[in-house]
């Protein structure tokens, strides 16, 4: 019999842990003992796995002693005190986090993408933020026919990016809204009213005046492409859409490359899917993407302003592939699978 692992999921009540544990059912990863955790907040709460429930524990550094795989959404500061203990009691942390994401001595992974970081691994592999992930994907073998020497991409990214009180908080919105469009509106979750709205602000504001979100995509794609040379600039938007965010992207690449030769490229790549017939009005929406795995891409089309310009237009789950099943591929290949 082929072995099975112990797994902890960490933030196991959350939009991201939940979906987590949907992945791991779905692509039949090999559990053994499962045991799902959260915070102090939210432990005490059932889930299911595999048709069996369980009481969600409260996470403390014993929690990992014998555990072997740790995937973690439980927010940077849980990260910060647990992935250490659990890495030190030999359970590999998979983290959703940005605690780790820029550490030199974490790998920072794409599977698909930077598979061979993984293996420098001393026992937690990061994940990117969800608008990383998506973003490098159908980059990747563009960058690696013509290379790429700048990227600017403006996000139009759902609320379920910012937890389950944000997409609760858009859904009360637009319902006070609808029944009084003189409703006064109080932002909670999301920085201003985002029902009916559109919020240029994802995390807080840094110095130079991009949002953290923001300098996230920058030195995350940094990370993962190894190149410190790639100039990125990044807008990150909050819009009202449940799960799935999307992206126009403008690369400028080193070399020439035609739009035929790109669709061919992204439609080659694993888990990138062309959706791209301006003829028949074909392009991915978040709608259409939501609840999927793969990354789509449509819009593909030369930039008349620059040389050597393209525009394309990403859209993918952000739950799924810009955070769980992430996770999951990473946890695939750390037991090689
Ligand atoms: O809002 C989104 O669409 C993505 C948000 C990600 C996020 C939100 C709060 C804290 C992160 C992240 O994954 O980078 C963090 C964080 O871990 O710092």
Request: some cysteine.
């Amino acid at each position: 019999m082929s072995k099975k692992y112990n797994v902890c999921v960490l933030g196991a009540t959350g939009m991201v842990g939940k979906e987590m544990i949907k992945v791991l059912e779905e692509r039949n990863f090999p559990v053994n003992k499962f045991l799902p955790l959260a915070s102090e907040r939210t432990a005490g709460s059932k889930v299911k796995f595999q048709g069996k429930e369980y009481t969600v524990g409260e996470a403390t550094p014993e929690s990992f002693e014998g555990m072997e795989i740790g995937l973690f959404s439980a927010g940077a500061k849980i990260s910060k005190i647990f992935a250490p203990e659990a890495a030190k009691r030999n359970c590999v942390v998979i983290d959703n986090t940005s605690h780790f994401r820029m550490d030199p001595e974490v790998p920072l992974v794409v599977p698909e993408v930077n598979p061979q970081a993984i293996k420098r691994h001393k026992g937690i592999i990061a994940n990117p933020n969800c608008s990383t992930a998506q973003m490098v994907l159908p980059l990747k073998p563009i960058y690696d026919a013509v290379g790429i020497e700048r990227i600017v991409v403006s996000t139009y990214q759902s609320t379920s990016g910012w937890g389950k009180e944000a997409v609760a908080e858009m859904f009360e919105q637009a319902k006070a809204l609808i029944a009084d469009p003189y409703a006064k509106i109080t932002a909670k979750y999301i920085f201003k009213q985002i029902a009916f709205n559109l919020v240029p602000q994802i995390d807080a504001f840094t110095d130079n005046g991009y949002t953290k979100e923001e300098i996230k995509m920058v030195n995350e794609t940094r990370k993962i492409f190894e190149d410190e040379n790639i100039q990125i600039s990044a807008t990150c938007v909050r819009v009202p859409v449940a799960i799935g965010h999307s992206e126009s992207v403008n690369i400028k690449t080193k070399k020439k490359i035609s739009v035929a030769e790109v669709r061919k490229l992204i439609a080659g790549f694993p888990t990138c899917v062309v959706l791209d017939d301006p003829a028949k009005g074909e392009y991915p929406t978040p709608v259409e993407c939501a609840g999927k795995n793969e990354t789509f891409v449509g819009r593909i089309r030369e930039d008349i302003s620059q040389a050597n310009g393209l525009d394309m237009w990403i859209v993918s789950d952000n739950l799924r592939r810009g955070a769980a099943l992430n996770a999951v591929l990473i946890a695939e290949k750390v037991i090689g699978i």
